[in-house]
């Protein structure tokens, strides 16, 4: 439970003299010790690139002479997170290893302000792309990716 995350939703959906309240609680949790967190700050760009690169994060003890662990291009992506931290720029996200564009049919869309969660597991990290609607917009990314380096 300390290592899961754990997604709570609510979306009103239709118009108000229909409205449906729609309610759900998802629970990811590492499967095994090749599952690991990532997170980062991550600058996205008006230019498509990867979303993920860098280090995995400790969530255990470690002593101090212990270098990170990289994660690689071929790491799968168990579950993604994106929080678009910018007041009036999108971002555009791609999981086909395509480039990202802001008008790629198959783009998930991240609107300012807005986040998304999705589990992706048979995606590698080096297929997840995004680009910014137009200047460079700083978004909250975190992930549990299986370390199969």
């Known amino acids: 439970m300390a290592d899961d995350a754990i997604i709570v ?25 090749n599952d690991k967190w990532y997170y ?17 994060i400790d969530y255990a003890a470690i002593d101090d002479d212990t270098a990170p662990v990289a ?12 929080k678009n931290t910018d007041a009036s720029n999108a971002v555009y996200i791609v999981i086909d290893g395509g480039t990202a564009s802001t ?16 589990q992706i597991p048979n995606t590698t990290v080096a297929e ?4 910014s609607s137009t200047s460079t917009v700083t978004c909250i990314v975190a992930a549990l990716l299986d370390d199969v380096a």
């Open 9 to 33: 939703s609510q979306v009103t959906v239709l118009p108000d003299e229909i409205a449906k309240v729609i309610s759900n609680t998802t629970t990811v949790a590492p499967a095994d010790a």
């Open 40 to 56: 980062k700050l991550t600058s996205v760009s008006n230019a498509s690139t990867d979303l993920m690169a860098g280090n995995f």
């Open 71 to 82: 994660i690689h291009t071929a790491d799968k992506v168990k579950f993604l997170y994106i």
């Open 103 to 118: 008008s790629a049919g198959d783009a998930l869309y991240v609107g300012a302000g807005q986040d998304m969660s999705i």
């Open 128 to 131: 997840v792309h995004a680009i």
